[in-house]
């Protein structure tokens, strides 16, 4: 007699337990166990519970349910073990290991360590720092290092020799850099303003003077801003002259030199000049030819400027005061208003001994002193600042 049965149809015997006799009895009942469908697994029943929802298993090609399947923790058929991953939740086989190669203290299955011969899996094994049965330390610690490295091959030592050799570089590389960058930083002068210079290990090489108003000299005004700076020329009464850096340099070539810089606060003398000669703008011999208005000259006796002599090596042009006669010679200035305090700056060349020999119109003063006085009474009495012999 045969059966015709239409598609996606499913047969059961009366008796659940032929599915768990053998594997001769599910071969022998294959045919009425199972009909293939097309359906997806939502419409298959399961042949424990008698549930929709089973799922073919690779075991043994039966039908069951994720929990009829790992219930007893083995397929209800066929008695492969089963389990369910915790994470995702799916079920699967699990490989049937003997009871030797479990491990010894979660009894899930293990590998033979090599210290003691006892099976434990990773997570019993490396969970200790010494081996449970032995009390070996685990991994590589009862290898001594030069037993390790003696195991590595060449190719392999030198790989982690370059390795670690460009990682040194780059590291010393970029502290190097760091350390450049925090050191010109802490280097770089600060200006009067609060303005610090640009570039890298700055220094303030630039020279400026900056024309001021007698009402700076006095202190009844501050310095003006950087906005109203403007430099010196022969008109300038009052000057300051200091040394400088640029903050910015694009506005300092935009402007020709005029604005982007700022007075280094380091080295800068707190004070203006009220009266300077550099002894380049005399049209002749005459005091009165003088064009220079910041030199307060009242009397300059048997003197003029001339080349014969050199100039200043600090902020000289290409002459100086020379004085050269047989009667007293002397330079006395206005008098001019340093209540808050001063000083003298200049460059006194005294010709030694010899010096006409080779320079013929710079006569070598023989005999004689150059003092250094100041008056506060319009010149009625002098006090000696200095004096200096040839």
Not at 76 to 84: L, M, R
Not at 169 to 178: E, P, R
Request: hydrophobic share 35%.
């Amino acid at each position: 007699m045969r059966f015709i049965l239409p598609s996606n149809t499913l047969v059961y015997p009366a008796d659940d337990t032929l599915f768990r006799k053998s594997k001769k009895i599910m071969d022998r009942i294959k045919s009425v166990k199972v009909v293939k469908s097309s359906k997806q697994n939502e419409d298959l029943l399961c042949l424990q519970c008698i549930e929709i929802g089973a799922t073919k298993r690779k075991c043994c090609n039966a039908l069951y349910c994720d929990h009829c399947y790992i219930r007893d923790g083995k397929c209800p058929n066929c008695d492969v073990p089963t389990k369910q991953e915790k994470l995702t939740g799916a079920t699967y086989q699990v490989k049937i290991y003997s009871e030797h190669e479990e491990c010894r203290t979660c009894l899930e299955p293990g590998l033979k360590r090599p210290c003691c011969q006892n099976y434990y899996c990773d997570e019993c094994f490396y969970k200790v720092p010494l081996c449970r049965s032995c009390g070996v330390k685990v991994g590589h610690g009862h290898r001594s290092f030069f037993q390790y490295f003696g195991e590595l091959s060449w190719e392999r030592i030198a790989s982690v020799v370059l390795g670690w050799a460009l990682t040194l570089f780059f590291t010393g590389l970029v502290l190097a850099g760091v350390g450049v960058i925090v050191a010109s930083e802490l280097r770089t002068p600060v200006g009067i303003f609060g303005n610090h210079c640009y570039g890298f290990f700055k220094t303030c090489q630039l020279y400026v003077c900056v024309d001021m108003s007698p009402a700076v000299a006095s202190g009844a005004s501050p310095v003006p801003p950087l906005s109203r700076w403007r430099p010196c020329d022969v008109s300038s009464l009052v000057k300051l002259q200091a040394q400088a850096c640029v903050f910015d340099p694009k506005i300092f070539q935009l402007s020709a030199a005029a604005i982007g810089y700022d007075v280094c606060s380091k080295g800068f003398s707190q004070g203006v000049f009220v009266f300077e000669d550099t002894f380049e703008h005399w049209g002749n011999a005459s005091l009165a030819s003088n064009r220079m208005a910041s030199a307060h000259w009242a009397t300059v006796s048997e003197a003029i400027p001339s080349a014969n002599c050199g100039s200043g090596n600090v902020r000289g042009g290409e002459k100086a005061l020379v004085f050269a006669a047989a009667t007293p010679r002397f330079a006395e200035t206005r008098d001019l208003d340093v209540s808050s305090g001063g000083w003298v700056e200049a460059e006194l060349f005294l010709p030694p001994l010899g010096f006409d020999v080779a320079h013929e119109h710079c006569k070598t003063g023989y005999i004689g002193t150059v003092n250094l006085d100041f008056s506060a009474n319009g010149g009625r009495n002098w006090t000696r600042l200095n004096s200096y012999e040839p």
